[in-house]
């Protein structure tokens, strides 16, 4: 959590990319597009210096000279995460490292590649960390396919032989889950962790209207802090706001919404977005 100066006050503005693919279906919500609808908003508030890039953008919104004059970025995909570039997904991974760039990743973009890449680099250094390896092997799961029901949970990792030398192989994370539910339908979102900067303002509990239900277990690496978590009356539930440092970066993931409710278009989640930039420039 931190405990430096707030970056409102700061003479500096974040400057955030709001990046979205932009799928068809999001115009019975978002009429301008979600990502522009989270960035429109984002813009009015004080501090933060905004702009807004698509997947059909010249070098798909995500050109050199762009992300370097990003502290933040926002990240909807859904129906396109292979196309989006490895090579640009590898750079922004890179980024995060090395601490240039913060990720805040929303909804279904638990399964961008960028999200995915992300997480996979975490898995390793809390594998090496865990183990006392200097290499590991990585074993990929299949492309954007549901983990089964009962399978174990990914990321794990255990020693194998090569050649006569122990190796450690590390399962990366799915980053996906067993069960969904695409109808929409109320969600009760708990406030886990009041007292941190993601959460100021936010009720201890609040309830979104329609929502897409995800369920645990989630395949990603331990969080480091689990913020928010996410009910549904026939009994789910779902942590649905959790941080991760990655090197010298940070990722938040927030997880309610679907491109066809108006999640992103209500006070507080749009708070939660808010917070999340501040808090994740800060922690850069």
């Known amino acids: 959590m931190s405990t430096k100066p707030d970056a409102e006050s700061s003479t500096a503005p974040i400057r955030v990319l709001v990046w979205d693919e932009q799928q068809p279906e999001q115009r ?5 597009f979600l990502g522009q ?5 984002l813009s009015r508030r004080p501090g933060l210096a905004v702009r807004a890039a698509r997947l059909d953008d010249p070098e798909q919104g995500l050109a050199a000279e762009v992300l370097d004059a990003t502290d933040v970025l926002v990240w909807w995909g859904h129906r396109r995460h292979p196309d989006v570039d490895e090579a640009r997904v590898a750079d922004l991974v890179r980024r995060i490292e090395e ?4 990720l805040l990743a929303l909804h279904s973009s638990h399964w961008s ?10 898995a390793i250094a809390d594998a090496k960390a865990a183990m006392g390896a200097k290499q590991v092997e990585v074993q990929r799961p ?4 549901a983990p089964k029901a009962g399978a174990p949970v990914t990321p794990h990792w255990c020693w194998v032989e090569r050649e006569g030398s122990p190796v450690l192989l590390v399962v990366a994370p799915n980053c996906g889950f067993p069960t969904w539910r695409r109808v929409g339908g109320p969600s009760r979102v708990t406030t886990l962790l009041p007292e ?3 959460a100021a303002g936010v009720p201890t509990a609040f309830d979104l209207r329609e929502t897409e239900m995800y369920s645990e277990p989630f395949h990603v690496p331990e969080p480091d802090a689990v913020i928010f978590e996410e009910r549904w009356p026939t009994g789910e539930h779902f942590r649905t706001g959790m941080t991760w440092r990655v090197g010298r970066g940070e990722v938040f ?4 919404g679907h491109e066809t409710y108006d999640v992103f278009r209500q006070e507080i989640p749009l708070r939660i977005i808010e917070n999340a930039v501040r808090y994740l420039r800060l922690e850069r």
């Open 28 to 32: 019975a919500a978002y009429p301008e």
């Open 37 to 41: 609808a989270i960035a429109n908003h």
């Open 99 to 102: 601490g240039q760039i913060a």
């Open 113 to 122: 590649r960028l999200f995915i890449r992300a997480m996979e680099a975490r």
């Open 142 to 145: 299949i492309p954007f396919a």
């Open 196 to 198: 941190h900067p993601i």
């Open 253 to 256: 993931y927030f997880g309610p």
